[in-house]
């Protein structure tokens, strides 16, 4: 993950510019990144970062794995 402005973005080939912060693609891990403000840290922004388009891509992934849909 990688911080655009003030969203949080996925970097799945680790190539973007900046500091980066790695996640499991779990519901659980995301939460618990959130809640504990691991990303704001962890990539040394000074404010919220907005994390739709990440939960948009793990609720379609799950979907994908579980075979839902």
Known sequence: MVAIDDR??????A?????GAWVHETDECLAAALRRRAFVRALRVSRPLDAQTIEKRLNGYGNKVNGSK
């Open 8 to 13: 949080l973005v996925p970097d799945d080939r």
């Open 15 to 19: 190539a973007m510019p900046g500091r």
